[in-house]
């Protein structure tokens, strides 16, 4: 029960921390006739039920191993919260979820993934290959293009784009022609 209460506290702080920093960008944008967001939500008027459900929302992230290593749970139960918030009580938590997926990408757990997976391959790289150096750009590069992704994210994808890292990282001049796309050093 204690432990509940200081995570809703701590989402609560995050959410407070957030708005702040949007306030002061609000501030800036205020002569801005172009500016379109809604103005930040006042946390008093959050219903308890709502908190409840983004903290609930949290848990599940953080207790999946895709979603800790391609999204940033804390910043997503706070996007959940927001779209909660707004959209009210009509819409299923499943909507909600699907509807903030494409935020809060951060696949920097992924590269260590796949940096200790490539390095488990080392055997088999061409003669000549520093496996630290290869392996670091494959991690990076892939944590570029997961971290670029748009639509959900799922094992079809993580698979395309290591390879792509791969390719990138071995034969740049194939990967141009490929992907174009040549990992930034």
């Given amino acids: ?13 995050l959410f407070l921390v957030q708005l702040g920093f949007v306030a002061g960008a609000r501030a800036q944008q205020a002569n ?17 039920k709502y908190l409840t459900e983004a903290m ?26 927001k779209k909660r918030v707004t959209e009210g009580p009509i819409p299923p938590g499943s909507s ?8 809060c990408r951060d696949a920097t757990q992924a590269a260590g993934t796949i940096y200790n997976a490539c390095l488990n391959r080392a055997a088999s790289f061409q003669p000549g290959t520093d496996p630290e150096i290869y392996c670091t750009c494959v991690a ?7 971290d670029g992704l748009r639509p959900p994210i799922n094992s ?11 390719v990138s ?17």
């Fill in 96 to 103: 909600i979820s699907l509807s903030v997926l494409g935020e």
């Fill in 56 to 81: 609930a929302f949290n848990d599940r992230c953080a207790a999946d191993r895709n979603m800790t290593q391609y999204y940033d749970c804390q910043c997503l139960s706070l996007a959940y919260l």
């Fill in 140 to 146: 990076n590069s892939y944590v570029r293009l997961m």
């Fill in 156 to 166: 079809r994808t993580m698979v395309r784009y290591q390879t792509q890292a791969m």
């Fill in 32 to 48: 801005d006739p172009l500016t379109t967001e809604p103005p930040p939500l006042d946390m008093r008027t959050v219903p308890e």
């Fill in 169 to 185: 990282c071995n034969d740049p001049a194939l990967a141009r022609k490929l992907y174009h796309y040549v990992p930034q050093e």
């Fill in 1 to 13: 029960m204690r432990m509940r209460h200081i995570q809703k506290i701590f989402i609560l702080g």
